[in-house]
């Protein structure tokens, strides 16, 4: 259940609240005029009807008292769109740096020769090794890969949410500061709310690398981050998934594991 659904929801609780205070006061009223106007066996049937509505008014309170605390315990964190800032910087080619599955992740248009290069120099990667692209939808992978199917495209969708990198067969037209020496590109379909709500406000697929210097140990936090790079990317706030290692690279015809 969104974060949105859940605050709708609790407002609801609370005008419920306000509704039944004020209908037992409306029923202390009949009451009062009970005692004051009628006989004594309708004064006493009034007074069993009230403590019955009373304690199904109890009832109410009860569940808007739980509700509430579950709604606080339970409601999922709420993922800030990118600003229009941010949008901005990434298509003229500015570096990112935003929370992923494991840890912090460099991030940058993949189109833009330029970005990645720098992106490469800024971690000090070879740009031999190649990069892993990260997605929102199979549609942003397209310019890419070579043409997937419906089944195909599915695969990577439930496969990203176990947070799988694929190994992928490219287009001749993908670059080479993409996928480095290899004939394959690494794709994944994110299912960081972070990373996810990035690719689809920008309407593209990303780079993803982790955030550090070659070697080193990642970022995990958004201020770690910043001490590390400073103002050479823009950092995201939010927090990072909680799996202990890289997401699981694998071949995509064979299913070889390449990375647990």
């Known amino acids: 259940m969104s974060g949105e659904c859940l605050a709708h929801r609790f407002k609801s609780f609370e005008h419920l609240l306000l509704l039944k205070d004020r209908f037992v006061q409306f029923l202390d009223q009949i009451f009062l005029v009970g005692d004051l ?21 109890g009832i109410v309170t009860r569940a808007a008292e739980r ?22 910087h990434l298509k003229r080619g500015g570096l990112v740096a935003y929370p992923t599955e494991s840890c912090y992740g460099f991030g940058c248009d993949p189109r833009n020769r330029r970005a990645v290069l720098r992106l490469l120099k800024l971690k000090g990667r070879p740009q031999r090794k190649g990069l892993i692209l990260i997605a929102s939808s199979p549609r942003q992978l397209r310019p890419f890969l070579l043409p997937l199917d419906v089944a195909a495209e599915h695969r990577l969708v439930v ?25 394959t590109l690494a794709v994944r379909m994110t299912a960081h709310p972070v990373a996810r709500e990035l690719c689809r406000s920008t309407g593209m697929a990303l780079v993803s690398t982790s955030a550090n210097f070659s070697g080193r140990r990642p970022a995990k936090t958004y201020a770690e981050c910043r001490h590390l790079f400073g103002a050479s990317v823009r950092v995201l706030p939010g927090q990072v998934g909680k799996r202990k290692q890289p997401s699981s690279i694998r071949g995509w015809a064979d299913g070889r594991i390449v990375r647990q």
């Open 37 to 57: 106007g009628f006989e004594v066996g309708e004064a006493f049937f009034c007074h069993a009807v009230i403590r019955m509505l009373g304690g199904l008014c």
């Open 67 to 88: 509700f509430r605390y579950h709604s606080r315990s339970f409601q999922e964190p709420s993922v800030v769109c990118p600003s229009p800032a941010v949008i901005a």
């Open 159 to 183: 496969d990203g949410a176990q947070a799988i990198t694929y190994l992928m067969p490219v287009k001749p037209t993908c670059p080479r500061w993409l996928r480095g020496e290899h004939d």
